[in-house]
């Protein structure tokens, strides 16, 4: 079955550095969205992203945060100047159409901010 | 604000007995739910969805019950055996909006 891959598996950065967290998406999926899962709480949206642009996004994504499709495969999330609390599971998903469909999530990025 | 939440965080079954996870919502314009799994270091995995305009929706050992006059979702696992141990989280997508908001999650653990 097909899968959303994400790498690294786990990631740690001083605060203040820019962490750049990448995604596969499923191939034949057009919508691509991250969340985050802080240690013990329940997951969150941040952002959507489809024709290569945002869609949706919350109040969470900030100007510290920006997506980008760089090819035909990968899909980022960078975070410019990570603070302590950007500490966090994120996980990537995408799905095959816009919406009341199964987004289908990857097994997550661990960012642990120093 | 519009929340998804649970009525108990956590479950306990003996594996084989059924399990039943409650989930209440808050915002009526909600018309799409998933329940996913979420085992340990693992994303969110799916489950089962429904639309709101059914009332269930059966799967393989698992059942998906919506009642819209309460504003009640659940999630039924028959014969529950030990790789169901896992949190639970109930996700609702408001008026085909692009994001799904999660409730806090119930971890079930089946025990011998």
């Known amino acids: 079955e097909p899968e959303v891959t994400q790498t690294p598996s786990h990631q740690v950065t001083q605060m203040g550095q820019e962490v750049i967290l990448r995604c596969v998406p499923i191939?034949?999926?057009?919508?691509f969205y991250w969340y985050r899962q802080i240690l013990g709480q329940k997951v969150e949206f941040l952002v959507s992203f489809y024709n290569n642009e945002i869609s949706e996004k919350s109040e969470i994504f900030d100007d510290q945060f920006s997506v980008e499709r760089p090819d035909g495969s990968n899909f980022t999330l960078k975070i410019r100047s990570t603070k302590l609390e950007d500490s966090a599971m994120y996980f990537c998903a995408s799905s095959e159409k816009r919406s009341n469909q199964p987004q289908h999530f990857g097994d997550g990025t661990r960012l642990s901010i120093l | 604000g519009e929340s998804v939440g649970l009525h108990l965080p956590t479950l306990s079954v003996q594996e084989g007995d059924n399990s039943i996870i409650n989930c209440a919502y808050s915002n009526s314009a909600s018309d799409y739910f998933i329940w996913y799994k979420q085992e340990s270091g693992k994303g969110p995995q799916f489950i089962i969805d429904i639309r709101s305009n059914m009332d269930k929706r059966q799967g393989q050992r698992v059942t998906v019950l919506l009642n819209k006059t309460v504003k009640h979702l659940s999630l039924q696992i028959a014969a529950t055996q030990p790789g169901d141990s896992a949190v639970y989280f109930c996700?609702?997508?408001?008026?085909?909006?692009?994001?799904?908001?999660f409730g806090p999650g119930t971890r079930l653990s089946v025990l011998p």
């Open positions: 996700a609702e997508n408001i008026n085909y909006g692009q994001n799904f908001v």
């Open positions: 191939s034949n999926h057009l919508y």
